[in-house]
């Protein structure tokens, strides 16, 4: 059922397809929280605590970032992989449309901090099937500043970069730094009772979108980051992804890196 459908009351109108689809989804997921019942001998007490609990998760909002933690993923890839070209990842919550063209290709408005370090990353853009490069393709791309956090409300670190008639772009940005999501949420709370944190491995967000070709969402990791092998979203940090620092400069404050971007063309 998608964000779209109207509600009626508290019920919410479905067409007979998609009750098909919520019968057969639920019933499968049935099935396997019985078996998982089944093999941990969970209690009564337990189910209880745990429905307590998704009440107030539901409250707050943040049953769909739960959801995303452990399934996001495994979804993604079953239903839009990028057939042979770059992989996709989650688009997250932080995105912001329009984002002003960049020229030059530097994402910075505000002068970064004395600890930030300078990124140029570079790359051709081709298309899968034939292997040649693609001229106009829009790279939209955001990313947190050298401390974790993200501009929500203007456009420092956010912009488009458009290829060149050979394919290629280059970006000029900073190394963002890993960052914590709910802290001070249900979600955080879950997590701490599993004394596991809850940090995004650092990373630079990318859509590529050109009329023609199927639009891409991905994000791109730093090979350095604290969070690299640890990111607390499963299965979000993939080789594929993850950027070589091919050039640092003695100081360690300018760094060099390429990334090549496949996608493929829409169906027809």
């Known amino acids: ?20 689809r919520l019968r057969e989804i639920w019933i499968n997921s049935r099935d ?10 969970i209690t009564q007490d337990e189910l209880n ?19 995303a933690v452990g399934l996001a993923m495994t979804s993604l890839r079953a239903t839009e992989g990028n057939e042979g070209g770059t992989p996709p990842n989650l ?26 370090r300078f990124l140029t990353l570079t790359g051709t853009v081709r298309d899968v099937q034939s292997g040649a490069p693609l001229e106009g393709v829009e790279l939209d791309f955001w990313h947190a500043d050298e401390d974790g956090g993200y501009d929500n409300t203007g456009f420092n670190l956010r912009g488009r970069i458009f290829s060149d008639e050979d394919g290629q772009y280059t970006l000029n940005t900073i190394v963002p730094k890993d960052y914590a999501e709910h802290d001070h949420d249900p ?45 607390y979203v499963e299965g ?18 300018n760094i060099s890196a390429k990334f090549d971007i496949a996608i493929t063309s829409a169906p027809t």
């Open 32 to 41: 396997a929280l019985q078996q998982v019942v089944t093999d941990l001998k």
């Open 91 to 116: 688009e997250g919550p932080f995105h912001i449309k329009s984002a002003p063209k960049r020229e030059n290709g530097q994402l910075w408005e505000k002068q970064p901090g004395p600890d930030a």
């Open 49 to 67: 605590f745990a429905g307590r609990y998704f009440n107030r998760l539901g409250k707050s909002d943040m049953f769909p970032s739960l959801l």
């Open 1 to 20: 059922m998608s964000n779209e459908q109207t509600q009626s009351g508290d019920r919410v109108q479905i067409t007979n397809e998609q009750r098909e």
């Open 187 to 231: 979600i955080g709370e879950f997590f701490q009772a599993l004394e596991q944190h809850n940090r995004r491995a650092a990373h630079i967000h990318l859509k590529a979108n050109k009329p023609g070709f199927v639009p891409l969402t991905t994000q791109l990791y730093m090979p350095d980051g604290a969070y690299l092998h640890d990111d």
């Open 236 to 253: 979000a940090v993939i080789p594929e992804l993850t950027l070589n620092f091919d050039q640092i400069s003695k100081d360690g404050r």
